[in-house]
C-alpha cells in the first residue's frame, strides 16, 4: 500500500533552517550544519553530487539516506522547493534543478497562483503544477505513484502542512547533534503525533539521532 | 575534580512538562509521561519510591538513573523545589521532601527571600539558603562537595539560569519520544551548546533517548 513519507533534517532543538541572507550560502550556514552527515554518506555523493566513485560514508546515516529515495513513485513540493517565486511571470522557466531533475517521477508542485501547463523534463520527471487543497494532490500522487510511495520533498512549510493534516504516514527526522536557537519550528502544534505513530529510534556513528514515527 | 552536572527529563519537542493544576496531581499528566521510563527503572524504584524488592527495568534508562546519584556531595535547587514558596513565612517549614531527604549531602537552595538558618536533617541532608549571584554557590558547593561532583536538581528555572551562565559542566537530557506541545522551553538561547561541551547520545530500550553534553 502506498504510503506518503516525509524526511526532515533539523537541529536536536527542533529547527529547520531558515535560509540565508547570503547569496554564497542561499541555504545559510545552518543547513550546511544541519546535513552535515547526510551531505557525507555516499548515496547523497552519488545521488546527489553524481560522485560514482564510491566515496561517502556507509553506515546509519547511508542506510537512512538510501532509504530516501526507495521505492518512490511520486513527489510533492512546495512552489519554492521547485523555485516558483524566481521567475513567477515567466512560463518557460523550468525550476531550478536542471533538465535532469533528480526525481525520476511525477512531480507535485503546489502552487497558489494560476496553474500552469505541465513540463516533461529528462530522466523520467514531470512536473505538475496543482492548486487548492492540499489533501487532494496525496489522492493524485498516490494513483500516479502506481503501488510505491509518495515522497513529500519539502520545502518545511509544505512538510507542516502535511503533517498538520495528518496525511504524512511516515516521517523520519534526522536531528543533528547541534543547537540552533533559530530558524523554522518543526515540531509546533504536533502535540500526540506519538498516539498515532510508533516512535523508533537510533543514533548514527556520526551523532544524528534518526527519529521515526510511522502509522 | 569536581564537576557541576544536571539531569532533565524532557519531550522529543523540548519541553520540560509545566505542573499541572490538579491537586490529584501536583505535577501534572505531561510530566508522569515524560518521566515514566525513568521511574520504571529499578533505581528510581529503589532510591525514590524505596521498594528494595528488586522490581524495576534494568536496562540504559537505570544506568543513567543510577548515574544521577552517583559520586555527588552537594545538591544545588531552587526554592520551589524545596517548597519555600509553600509556607513562605514559617521558619519552620522543613521542606517537602520529608524527615530524610533523598540527597543525603549538602543542599543549597536558592533564595530571592531573606535567607533563614541551615536545618540538619536525617540522613546526611542538611539545607542551606542562599542569595545573591547564581555564580557563588556553584563555588560553596563544590568546597563542600569534596572532590566529588555538584548536582543541579531543579527545577527547569533554576536549571536553565546555569547552563545560560555556562556553569553546567555535564548536562543529560532523557528525551521521552512523545511531542507536547507545550511546556517548559529548555533550548531556547542555548545557541552553539555543541561548541563547548562534546555530544554523545544512546537510545534505550524504552525509545528514550539519552543525550549528554559534557565539557
Known amino acids: 500500500m502506498t504510503r506518503v513519507r516525509l524526511d526532515l533534517n533539523i537541529s536536536l532543538d527542533g529547527y529547520s533552517p531558515a535560509p540565508g541572507d547570503s547569496a554564497d550560502n542561499p541555504m545559510g550556514e545552518d543547513w550546511g550544519r544541519v546535513v552535515e552527515a547526510y551531505t557525507a554518506t555516499r548515496?547523497?555523493?552519488?545521488?546527489?553530487?553524481?560522485?560514482?566513485?564510491?566515496?561517502?560514508?556507509?553506515?546509519?546515516?547511508?542506510?537512512?539516506?538510501?532509504?530516501?529515495?526507495?521505492g518512490i513513485g511520486a513527489?510533492?513540493?512546495?512552489?519554492?522547493?521547485?523555485?516558483?517565486?524566481?521567475?513567477?511571470?515567466?512560463?518557460?522557466?523550468?525550476?531550478?534543478?536542471?533538465?535532469?531533475?533528480?526525481?525520476?517521477?511525477?512531480?507535485?508542485v503546489l502552487t497558489h497562483t494560476a496553474p500552469r501547463p505541465s513540463i516533461p523534463m529528462n530522466g523520467g520527471t514531470t512536473f505538475h503544477f496543482r492548486e487548492g487543497s492540499i489533501r487532494d494532490v496525496p489522492a493524485e500522487a498516490t494513483e500516479a505513484a502506481a503501488g510505491q510511495d509518495v515522497r513529500v520533498g519539502g520545502g518545511i512549510g509544505t512538510a507542516r502542512e502535511f503533517l498538520l493534516a495528518g496525511l504524512v504516514d511516515e516521517l523520519h527526522v534526522a536531528m543533528a547533534p547541534i543547537i540552533l536557537g533559530h530558524g523554522n519550528r518543526v515540531w509546533d502544534d504536533l502535540r500526540g503525533l506519538e498516539d498515532t505513530h510508533r516512535v523508533t529510534s537510533e543514533v548514527a556513528e556520526s551523532g544524528v539521532i534518526h527519529v521515526t514515527f510511522a502509522r
Do not use: S
Not at 560522485?51 to 526507495?70: C, I, L, N, Q, S
Open 75 to 108: 513527489e510533492i513540493m512546495g512552489a519554492a522547493m521547485f523555485g516558483l517565486h524566481t521567475y513567477p511571470d515567466d512560463p518557460n522557466w523550468k525550476g531550478w534543478w536542471g533538465e535532469t531533475p533528480p526525481f525520476g517521477t511525477p512531480v507535485y
Open 43 to 70: 548515496t547523497m555523493q552519488e545521488r546527489v553530487f553524481g560522485d560514482t566513485t564510491g566515496k561517502g560514508t556507509t553506515g546509519v546515516d547511508d542506510r537512512y539516506a538510501a532509504r530516501h529515495f526507495e
